[in-house]
Structures are given as structure tokens and as C-alpha cells.
């Protein structure tokens, strides 16, 4: 079975309901989920992994320190993510907070470790990523899901091809 890992860090809240929304809809779109707080992770998550959600709230613009430290990390790791499907999504006090210099900073990583990367489903936006402002609401939720749905989707694909 398809395997989607989605790791997160959260303060408030706010990105761990989002990261909750990501993982149902990795389910709904067949895959084995595994959630994991980012200081709970480890990189034989990563390597295990088919999909690769990544979770972060927006800090002055940028990911959190505990998200980018577990990217740092993942160095030790280069070579055995080539493939995977990745995907960001992020949450902000702001709509002008920096979301999507935080998305580009997550997938940044992705791409160095050779990921195909994935942002929202054009129905939801079609952007970099899945976002909230605040407490994600019900689209951002939905937003979330459909994240989520089409990185299994396309991590099955890959994985099977």
C-alpha cells in the first residue's frame, strides 16, 4: 500500500488541524498514513515514505526553526527521497505574512532531495501549497483534504510505475 507521511510543527494549533485535514484526505485517496509531530519524526520516516507532506506555520516569512531543522537534517538522507511526491502547506497570521516564501522554503528542500512536487489541486487554488490565515477554515480544511487525496494519488502512481 501506498505510504504518505505528513509531518508538522504547531504552536497554536492551527497547523496541526491542518496537518489532520492532510492526512484524511491522503486516506480518502488510498494511502497508509502516518502523522508525525516534526520533533517525533525521524529520516527513516522520510525514506519510508511514498508522499511526503510537509507542515510549517509562516515565522517572519518563513518556515519555523523546528520545520527547518528537520529539513536541515534530512541532508543525511540525500539520494533516498529521489521520486517521492512532496507537498507543503502553511499557516499565518496574515494574508501578506509571507505563505508562500514558506511554501517555497519547504519545497525548496524537496526539490534539492530530487522530489516531484505537487501544490493544490486547481480547484482549491492551484498554487504552491494548501494555506491558512488564522484558524484554517472550512475551505482552507477542504483545501487541506484535496492536498492530501492528490499526493496519494500521484505517489501510487509513482510508486507503482
Do not use: W
Not at 510543527?9 to 508525525?36: F, I, L, P, Q, W
Not at 480544511?141 to 499526493?151: D, F, M, S, T, Y
Amino acid at each position: 500500500m501506498t505510504k504518505v507521511l505528513v509531518v508538522y510543527h504547531s504552536r497554536s494549533g492551527n497547523t496541526a488541524r491542518m496537518a489532520a485535514a492532510v492526512a484524511e484526505g491522503a486516506k480518502e485517496g488510498g494511502a497508509d498514513v502516518v502523522m508525525k509531530k516534526v520533533e517525533e519524526a525521524a529520516l527513516e520516516d522520510l525514506t519510508g515514505a511514498d508522499g511526503i507532506v510537509l507542515g510549517a506555520p509562516t515565522y517572519f516569512g518563513t518556515l519555523s526553526a523546528e520545520m527547518k531543522g528537520f529539513i536541515d537534517g534530512s541532508v543525511r538522507v540525500r539520494g533516498r527521497l529521489e521520486d517521492k511526491i512532496g507537498a507543503a502547506f502553511t499557516s499565518s497570521g496574515s494574508p501578506t505574512g509571507g505563505n508562500e516564501t514558506t511554501l517555497l522554503s519547504m519545497i525548496q528542500g524537496m526539490l534539492i532531495h530530487g522530489m516531484v512536487i505537487v501544490g493544490d489541486p486547481l480547484e482549491t487554488g492551484g498554487h504552491y501549497g494548501a494555506v491558512a490565515v488564522g484558524a484554517p477554515d472550512a475551505s482552507a480544511l477542504i483545501a487541506c483534504r484535496k492536498l492530501g487525496e492528490r499526493v496519494a494519488r500521484l505517489a501510487k502512481s509513482i510508486a507503482s510505475a
